[in-house]
């Protein structure tokens, strides 16, 4: 069951400027022109990358398969328009090395036309397992940057018996309101994509979770909690008027604070519960999902859409346009910053994502993927001093770090080269959220210093995973060497037991004579 709480409880963060009142009164522009080329990467996702299963130079429709999910944990990749294929090679990635990627490049014909897929008269007719299904063909991931299969989340549902699904409407980083404008404008048919997931989910036959307040729910079903930042008033009044027919479903306001998007936070807060370190949030009967993904699962079980794009928030100083947009995927961040008007010469930084969360662009030749919330193209004075001082010992970074860490302590030794150390501080349990170098008075850029040692644990990892494996395959070499002596051996020996046996017959036989 719920458990609402009347103080909330909040660990650490802070209240960052929101800088978001230039987009968020601005309706979701849908006017975006196709763009001639779109750059589709196979990697959009946890987990595996998708397997190619075009050729160059086959004509494609819109939301046909590029490329199948490979393994459990994956996600296939669609056509986000019609035309034709010109190339399956590498590219650079979305990312702040801008490594190449294996890429799909599709010439776009300009029709935009569509893969015919039938229609579900009702859908809640539909066994839960099929829901998973579609929502796995879809491709549709985590929207609010985890990027996780969300069919892999709704069938965990179902194993482990969650009794609360949360719906993330808290977009708490600043510049970002693409899920603000998504609630505002499409609310009803989120409402209707979370429906679809407490049906996906059902471990009950027979519960009929699309009934109204005042119909027969099924034997079991499960509750809904759609959580949305108190500085978002008329998201949360669509939502709220869009959820009022369907008593299972719920929409609260909660505190404007950064990072309450971040799951466990979310968690702890709207049902008091805590998420074990190491564990899943399933394994306490919660799970939560993004308000985008349940709108991209409203649209692939109602109408057969998969996931194809997204609604992006275009922000910063250098843009002279700035809004919330419809793209999609693989259009370049150049064409982006073109509609929208940015202005070259002042931008400092380009960032996709948040600024502080996301990541910064070295180009604008990168394209869209399914976790890009955002793309700021921010000014010299929207960045952060960046003079490191001495550390003061002031505690700030500790008393507003969400995971209840010691981001000071951890630095130090990180410092020092003690990664060891700095794993047995939490290094692992550290989400990278930036609330330790926002509130920093001395400038120490903390969490630069988690995301190296992050890195270099993993590297050491992998480095001392590939030398056991070295170690484990000489080792089977030597066996196995061993092996082939002692038998050479045992066959010498037998050879000349038996020509000895010869012999020794040869010579009796000549006794004889």
């Known amino acids: ?23 968020a009164a601005l309706p979701i522009a ?132 969650i009794d609360t699904l949360i719906i993330n409407g808290a977009e708490c980083e600043p510049y970002l309101c693409c899920d603000d404008r998504l609630m505002q404008e499409r609310a009803e048919q989120i409402i209707d994509g979370v429906r679809l997931m407490l049906h996906g989910m059902t471990n009950s036959p027979g519960a009929n979770l699309h009934l109204p307040e005042g119909g027969r729910p099924g034997i079991k079903t499960t509750n809904a909690v759609v959580a949305v930042e108190d500085n978002k008033p008329h998201a949360f009044l669509a939502m709220k008027t869009a959820a009022k027919p369907y008593s299972l479903i719920k929409v609260i306001q909660i505190p404007t604070r950064y990072p309450m998007g971040w799951d466990r936070q979310l968690i702890r807060y709207v049902t008091g519960r805590e998420v074990p370190v190491g564990c899943r949030s399933s394994e306490i009967g919660v799970t939560i999902h993004n308000v985008g993904t349940a709108y991209a699962v409203h649209k692939a ?77 921010l000014t010299q004075s929207e960045l952060k001093n960046t003079d490191e001082q001495p550390c003061i010992r002031c505690a700030s970074c500790v008393s507003v770090c969400p995971a209840g860490l010691r981001p000071l302590d951890m630095a130090n030794t990180i410092r020092t080269n ?23 008075p001395s400038n120490i850029p903390l969490v630069q210093y988690f995301k190296y040692a992050s890195g270099e644990v993993m ?28 038998q050479q051996r045992e066959e010498e020996l037998a050879r000349l037991a038996a020509k000895a046996e010869r012999e020794r017959l040869k010579a009796e036989q000549g006794a004889l004579v």
């Open 1 to 23: 069951m719920l458990s609402f709480f009347s103080k909330p409880r909040i660990r650490g963060g802070v209240h960052a400027e929101e800088h978001k009142a230039a987009t």
């Open 30 to 161: 849908s006017n975006f022109p196709l763009p001639k080329k779109l750059y589709i990467p196979l990697q959009q996702h946890v987990g595996k990358a998708a397997e190619p299963v075009i050729k160059v130079g086959e004509k494609v429709l819109k939301g046909q398969l590029l490329a199948y999910s490979q393994g459990m944990i994956s996600a296939p990749v669609h056509a986000p328009s019609s035309g034709v294929i010109l190339d399956v090679n590498d590219y650079p990635a979305p990312h702040p090395s801008a490594l190449p990627i294996r890429t799909i490049v599709l010439a776009t014909d300009g029709k935009d036309e569509w893969l015919a897929s039938p229609v579900i008269t009702d859908p809640f007719q539909l066994a839960p397992e099929d829901i998973s299904l579609r929502v796995g063909a879809a491709g549709i991931v985590g929207l609010g940057g985890a990027t996780f299969p969300t069919a892999v989340k709704l069938n965990m549902g179902r194993e482990n018996h």
């Open 301 to 377: 079980i109602r109408h057969g859409q998969p996931l194809l794009g997204r609604v992006i928030t275009v922000a910063g100083g250098a843009v002279k346009r700035p809004m919330n947009v419809e793209v999609p995927f693989g259009t370049l961040i150049s064409e982006l910053f073109d509609f929208c008007e940015v202005n070259p010469e002042v931008t400092a930084r380009i960032i996709m994502g948040g600024p502080m969360m996301g990541d910064a662009m070295p180009h604008t030749g990168l394209p869209t993927v399914k976790a890009t919330s955002g793309v700021l193209a």
């Open 418 to 440: 003690q990664l060891e150390a700095t794993v047995d501080l939490g290094l692992k349990d550290c989400i990278s959220c930036g609330c330790c170098s926002y509130i920093c």
């Open 459 to 486: 590297a050491r990892q992998q480095a001392q995973h590939k030398a056991e494996q070295t170690r484990r395959l000489i080792d089977a070499r030597n066996a196995r060497l061993e092996r082939m002596a002692l």
